[in-house]
């Protein structure tokens, strides 16, 4: 089996990696944003801290060494966490360290400096920026650090909150997208349906029409003008059908009356006589196939004129009783009928066509079974009406039997061997389905084959007294 994939799920699929993307890009942007930004930000704070740093070197340019240094531990003491140290051009300290952490940190080499440097130093598992800033003028160099874990924390947090709602926006998205597109493409659901359910028996039906002036509206307008005109061109090939079958039955049955005025002359030569009945035969054949084509031309048309009346079935299949047991014994058959007297089978319907679809079953029990062979015929009648026609003849095989009831379809063993056009199955089913009734098939080849036509039976059915039935099942045959 084929898996239909369908439209919204890969509408939604793209639609979600198209958005994923979206998203992992947007959240990165933001991220190296905020990055930079906190560490500009940091930066500018140890610009500030320099200016006021040197600012205070400045102001105690003159003090006594120990009240300087004193105010430089103070200074460094008020920059909660920073590190600062003041070196000489020629690395050793102009200052001594403010704290222990500042003597172990791994300042960045000093070297000869003419601009402010910053980089990023990892001390004792911390992130610190670090500005070094050289003072010419005083020949030192100011090192100053700053920890940057709160801006990685704050980071952290903003990277945790991309990890959850980058997927919950995409889920909701999805199912959201999903949702939409499914309710967008419902008319193509309906149209598909409907679509299916229109074959060249129904070819009037139309799809229907979405109110959404869009592509669907289009495409089922144009479905449907496409239904018009296929069903235009195939009423004019039923209506030709029709035509031809009714105009060929003229002049056929004058071949024939001709053919038979001249049989009756005793004087015809053999040959003659035999090309004669040959064309007698044979005109009865073109006959019979002329009125089967006839029957299912004005089927298709609507145009058979049938004439539905509370029917007992038991009545047609005893009235047709002598013809089939006729049929059975010109092939050399025995009939086995049996009606359930039990109640009668009333079924709404046209008794000849009833009559023609009963006959149509036993001529081919008779035709598709080898002499002697046993054609039963029985009727029942409970919730339905079943009438069954089995024979133990050649049965049919598994791959012919989806085709039996197509027109011209005879199955390869019945071609060249016995009579027929592969009509009679096609009426057959055309007058169970005016009759609301099902026909099916049970058959195995080289044991027999039994045809069951159930009809629904007419409510007003009464039960029969079952003495009067006296419980049996009386004897067709
Ligand atoms: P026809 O009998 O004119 O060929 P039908 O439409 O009546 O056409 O039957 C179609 C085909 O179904 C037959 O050709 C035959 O192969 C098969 N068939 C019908 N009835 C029987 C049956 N009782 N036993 C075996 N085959 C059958």
């Known amino acids: 089996m084929i898996a239909h994939r369908s439209i919204s799920l890969r509408l939604t699929t793209w639609f979600s990696s198209v958005l994923f993307a979206g998203l992992v890009l947007f959240g990165a942007i933001m991220w190296f944003n905020l990055d930079h930004t906190l560490t500009s930000s940091r930066s500018r704070t140890l610009e ?26 103070a200074f460094a003491d008020a920059t909660g966490g920073g590190l600062i140290e003041v070196f000489h051009t020629d690395g050793s300290r102009a200052l001594p360290s403010p704290t222990a952490a500042a003597r172990a940190f791994p300042w960045p080499p000093i070297g000869p400096l003419t601009a402010d440097r910053f980089s990023e130093v990892t001390f004792q598992s911390q992130p610190y920026r670090v500005l070094v800033h050289p003072v010419s003028s005083q020949a030192i160099i100011v090192c100053l650090a700053a920890p940057l874990e709160a801006n990685r924390q704050l980071l952290g947090t903003f990277s945790v909150g991309l990890l959850w709602s980058i997927p919950a926006v995409l889920a909701v998205s999805a199912l959201g997208g999903y949702a ?6 419902k008319p193509v659901d309906q149209i598909t349906a409907a679509t299916r359910s229109i074959s060249v028996s129904n070819l009037s039906d139309r799809l229907p029409v979405p109110e959404t002036r869009d592509e669907l509206q289009r495409l089922s307008e144009t479905c449907n003008a496409m239904l018009a005109r296929l069903e235009s061109a195939v009423t004019e090939i039923k209506r030709f059908t029709g035509d031809a079958s009714h105009e060929l039955r003229n002049p056929v049955s004058f071949v024939r009356t001709t053919a038979e005025l001249a049989l009756r002359n005793r004087h015809i030569d053999p040959a003659s006589r035999q090309a004669f009945e040959g064309i007698v035969a044979e005109c009865g054949k073109a006959n019979q196939l002329l009125k089967d084509m006839l029957t299912l031309a004005r089927a298709d048309t609507g145009s058979s004129q049938l004439a539905f009346e509370p029917v007992d079935l038991a009545e047609i299949v005893r009235a047709a009783a002598p013809k089939a047991r006729l049929l059975a014994q010109d092939r050399g058959h025995s009939l086995v009928g049996s009606v359930d007297d039990a109640r009668p089978a009333m079924v709404l319907g046209d008794y000849s066509a009833l009559n023609r679809l009963l006959l149509i079953l036993l001529d081919n029990a008779a035709k598709y079974t080898p002499a002697p062979g046993t054609i039963r015929l029985t009727l029942e009648a409970a919730e339905q009406v079943r009438l069954t026609v089995a024979d133990n ?39 169970a389905n005016v009759h609301q009734a099902s026909i099916s098939v049970d058959s195995a080849e080289n044991r027999g ?27 067709v045959g």
């Open 449 to 475: 084959s039994a045809f069951t036509v159930a009809f629904p039976l007419l409510a007003s059915a009464p039960r029969r007294d079952q003495s009067a039935a006296g419980g049996a099942l009386a004897r």
């Open 48 to 73: 500030r801290r320099v200016d006021r740093l040197l600012d205070l070197l400045r102001d105690t340019a003159s003090d006594a060494p120990a009240d300087r240094v004193r105010k430089f531990q």
């Open 393 to 431: 003849g050649i049965g049919i095989s598994p791959a012919d039997l989806p085709h039996i009831f197509e027109r011209f379809y005879r199955a390869d063993p019945s071609r060249g061997q016995v009579e027929g056009s592969g009509l009679g199955l096609s009426i057959a089913l055309w007058i």
């Open 180 to 185: 939409l597109s499914r309710k967008a493409l």
